[in-house]
């Protein structure tokens, strides 16, 4: 099979190296180009993957449209700082883009960025793809068909809750843990609970740390909404170990997701029911960054909205900014 879509990885950090692998394993992408603005990296670039060209970002800045009509799309794996401005630069020319999470650093770059996609389809005149890194949307639980199933937890009220702890690593220095971890958990309540988009909260309790930078490292967060629905987060990326867990608790009784296991566990709220009658759901291991460039290459080949459009990072980034307003009053 052709490898039809030619792609440029720019930022070839940790993050932008797996990128890269992504690609070369994608039947329908060919990684043509790198750009990484550090030499060291460059080099490890170029030795890793000899078949793609290599450039600074100030080679690729000055060579213009003369290099961006070279490729088809552009994953951006750069900092978070330079996610708006590039995203900018590949609309105005007309690429597709798969842009890493968070979008963008605040919901007002994020707002401007979906009016500039817009305008930017309307003046190429074809539909350009704009998905944004929200990976935790691939694991199989979080798919429709899963989801219709455990659709009875969601019946108010009820108590949802994310936790996502980490250990310290010297990774997405330049943003909070909010737009670093706890973006990931909002972009899954808006798909678990989509009606609070349009909802403010009754209450909102926070609770912050700086831990590991000089931005927030710890927050924990409780939302509460109408009809008794309380959404809570706790966010830590200098923590003792590693949880990802989502939490779902009604009257129908428990639901626990471990993503960490990649196991789902169910408990039925029941009267004279047997001890440990806890089911347990396993799923099997993917490669959930693998799953992200082949949704993103098809939806280019297919014309349509991604599995995680750029409409989605701005609903994510939406809560995210409403979170801090909070935090700053």
Known sequence: MEKSIKVAVWGFGRLGEFHCQKVEKSPLASLSFIVEPSHERALLAKKSFPQATVLSSDDALKLGSDFFSCFDAVVIASPTSTHRDLSLL?????RHIF?????????????YLEQQHALAEEQHQKKIIFQVGHIERFWPFWQESQLESFKDYLN???HLSFT????????????????DLMIHDVDLMNLLVPDLQEEDPLEIITYEEKSCSEFIDVLYVDFLFSHKRKISFRAHRDYVKTVREVELINESGTLLFDTQLGKTFLS???EGKSENAVEVISYPKQDNLLAEHLEFYSAINERRDPQVSI???????KWIDYVKQNLHS
């Open 90 to 94: 590949m609309l105005k020319e007309g």
């Open 99 to 111: 842009c890493e999470k968070p979008l963008c650093r605040s919901y007002e770059e994020a707002i």
């Open 156 to 158: 108010p009220p009820f």
């Open 164 to 179: 996502r702890l980490a250990p310290y690593t010297a990774r997405a220095k330049d943003v909070d843990v909010l737009l």
């Open 268 to 270: 039925t709220a029941k």
């Open 311 to 317: 409409g989605d990072a701005v609903a994510a980034l």
